[in-house]
Protein backbone atom coordinates (compact mmCIF):
# COMPACT_ATOMS: atom_id res chain seq x y z
CA UNK A 1 0.00 0.00 0.00
CA UNK A 2 2.74 2.41 0.20
CA UNK A 3 1.96 3.10 3.76
CA UNK A 4 5.48 4.69 5.01
CA UNK A 5 7.41 6.89 6.59
CA UNK A 6 10.85 9.14 5.78
CA UNK A 7 13.31 9.81 8.57
CA UNK A 8 14.16 13.31 9.28
CA UNK A 9 17.44 14.22 8.43
CA UNK A 10 18.69 14.88 12.20
CA UNK A 11 17.20 11.00 12.91
CA UNK A 12 18.96 9.71 9.07
CA UNK A 13 22.01 11.21 10.40
CA UNK A 14 21.82 9.54 13.96
CA UNK A 15 21.02 6.28 12.78
CA UNK A 16 23.98 6.05 10.21
CA UNK A 17 26.24 7.06 13.57
CA UNK A 18 24.60 3.76 15.15
CA UNK A 19 25.48 2.04 11.95
CA UNK A 20 22.11 1.30 10.74
CA UNK A 21 21.85 2.62 6.95
CA UNK A 22 17.96 1.68 5.53
CA UNK A 23 19.00 2.59 2.07
CA UNK A 24 21.39 -1.10 2.37
CA UNK A 25 18.59 -3.19 3.97
CA UNK A 26 15.40 -2.09 1.86
CA UNK A 27 15.07 -3.58 -1.34
CA UNK A 28 14.50 -0.65 -3.13
CA UNK A 29 17.29 1.87 -1.60
CA UNK A 30 15.17 4.05 0.29
CA UNK A 31 14.90 4.80 3.74
CA UNK A 32 11.25 4.55 3.73
CA UNK A 33 10.04 2.45 6.52
CA UNK A 34 6.49 1.31 6.78
CA UNK A 35 3.52 2.68 9.74
CA UNK A 36 1.96 -0.13 11.51
CA UNK A 37 -0.75 -0.75 9.55
CA UNK A 38 -3.68 -3.33 9.64
CA UNK A 39 -6.14 -3.72 6.88
CA UNK A 40 -9.28 -5.93 6.51
CA UNK A 41 -10.11 -6.89 2.86
CA UNK A 42 -13.51 -8.88 1.91
CA UNK A 43 -13.38 -11.97 -0.46
CA UNK A 44 -13.29 -9.41 -3.93
CA UNK A 45 -10.08 -7.26 -2.25
CA UNK A 46 -12.10 -4.02 -1.27
CA UNK A 47 -10.36 -2.59 1.86
CA UNK A 48 -13.70 -2.10 4.50
CA UNK A 49 -11.45 -1.36 7.47
CA UNK A 50 -7.60 0.08 7.65
CA UNK A 51 -5.98 1.41 10.92
CA UNK A 52 -2.58 3.25 10.37
CA UNK A 53 -0.48 4.28 12.74
CA UNK A 54 1.93 7.28 12.28
CA UNK A 55 3.54 6.60 15.88
CA UNK A 56 5.55 3.40 15.35
CA UNK A 57 4.97 3.03 19.19
CA UNK A 58 1.49 2.74 18.87
CA UNK A 59 -0.53 -0.26 17.17
CA UNK A 60 -3.92 -1.47 16.26
CA UNK A 61 -5.89 -3.16 19.45
CA UNK A 62 -6.95 -6.34 19.06
CA UNK A 63 -10.27 -5.31 20.47
CA UNK A 64 -10.52 -3.18 17.45
CA UNK A 65 -9.97 -5.58 14.82
CA UNK A 66 -12.42 -7.93 15.97
CA UNK A 67 -15.35 -5.40 16.21
CA UNK A 68 -14.08 -4.48 12.98
CA UNK A 69 -14.76 -8.12 11.49
CA UNK A 70 -17.86 -8.30 13.32
CA UNK A 71 -19.27 -5.62 11.86
CA UNK A 72 -18.49 -6.18 8.44
CA UNK A 73 -19.68 -9.93 8.62
CA UNK A 74 -23.11 -8.50 9.97
CA UNK A 75 -22.76 -6.22 6.78
CA UNK A 76 -22.30 -9.04 4.35
CA UNK A 77 -25.29 -10.75 6.19
CA UNK A 78 -27.86 -8.54 5.96
Same mark, same amino acid.
Given at each position: ???????????????? /??????? /???????????????????????????????????????? /??? /????????????
Amino acid at each position: LGILTAPSDGTRAAQL /QLGLDLT /QVNADGTTGLPMPTVVIADADGVIRWIDVHADYTTRTETG /QVL /QAVTEMTREIAA
